[in-house]
């Protein structure tokens, strides 16, 4: 049996208790690297999930990105400025303007290889060239595919060192039949197809069927965030001036769906949400793709209103 020195026992300890422990310590401690790409104007669950990944301290918010959301019928002629001033007014309500906001494009891409390129496809691109598949950029789409499905497009060098989540389309699981008739598809069919026939491209959908099951009381939020801070004043006014053309039903807008906020809190713990992988649709290249297919919805909104309370008393303090 060889024989070893102390300073040999203790490297080789290092080595096989301490080293690893060290790595894990570090793996852990690693803060998530994110762009969230937003339509902010379009509806109200974008603004609430915005200030919760800003207040999340397990993410390295990169940027937020704004997105275009044309075929709304409260749709102007510039309905990404409209995204780009909700995400200026958020940050300073928040006081973070150490946050950068890009411009988005605010039509479509044209074709599949011929990207709307932005403020936001570039920085996305450049943000993406910082990262490594073992540590890739998250993207998280809120809105329209139009920035990501450009940055791809204007760089697909990129691919292995990005991570795209995106909300949108309908999706039974239990058939794997898709249903891209969806508002977020909709206002960019094109770059949906760019995410769905990019080969290698890490795509997870948190669709529509899933995250509906995330919905907010108008009561609860009252009570959390009226007379709270000015961005909680902010996010109730949203939610009460926001015209909901799209249902008759609970006209007094008593609960409202959350749907971005479900894809932000999947990503802050995945333990709340189940995702399997599914084949694209038929129509798409054929290839593996990850899909939300149930959340925990009691837990996620408790996890939402701990985050804001601690931010409004902190907010308090202040005054």
Not at 43 to 48: N, P, Q, R, T
């Amino acid at each position: 049996m060889p024989k070893f020195s102390l300073s040999q026992i203790i490297l080789i300890l290092f080595h096989l208790v301490l080293f690893p422990q060290l790595i894990s310590a570090q793996t852990e401690g690693r803060k998530i690297p994110l762009v969230i790409d937003s339509d902010t104007a379009n509806e109200v669950d974008d603004l609430y999930a915005l200030v919760r990944a800003i207040l999340e301290p397990s993410f390295d918010l990169r940027g937020i990105t704004s997105a275009q959301w044309h075929i709304s019928p409260l749709a102007t002629d510039s309905t990404v400025r409209e995204s780009q001033e909700i995400n200026e007014d958020i940050i300073r309500l928040m006081d973070r303007g150490d946050i950068p906001l890009p411009l988005g494009a605010n039509l479509p891409i044209e074709s599949s290889t011929k990207p709307a390129i932005s403020p936001a496809s570039t920085f996305i691109v450049e943000q993406a060239k910082k990262q490594s598949p073992d540590n890739p950029l998250r993207l998280v789409i809120l809105g329209s595919c139009t920035n990501v499905a450009s940055a791809i497009l204007q760089d697909p060098s990129i691919i292995p060192s990005i991570q795209v989540h995106y909300l949108g389309i309908w999706h039974d699981a239990a058939t794997n039949q898709y249903n891209k008739k969806e508002f977020n598809s909709g206002n960019d069919t094109l770059a949906v197809e760019v995410l769905f026939n990019t080969p290698g491209l890490d795509l997870i959908i948190m669709s529509a069927t899933a995250s509906q099951e995330l919905v907010f009381e108008k009561k609860t939020v009252d009570a959390h965030l009226k007379g709270s801070s000015a961005i909680g004043d902010y996010l109730v006014d949203r939610w009460e001036t926001f015209d909901r053309f799209w249902t008759d039903k609970d006209p007094e807008k008593e609960k409202w769906i959350m749907w971005d906020v479900a894809i932000v809190e999947s990503l802050i713990n995945p333990d709340w949400s189940t995702k399997s992988e599914f084949l694209t649709p038929s129509e798409n290249t054929p290839r593996m793709v990850k899909i939300h297919t149930k959340l925990d919805a009691p837990v996620m909104e408790l996890d939402f209103w701990k985050s804001l309370d601690a931010f409004t008393e902190k907010d308090k303090k202040h005054l």
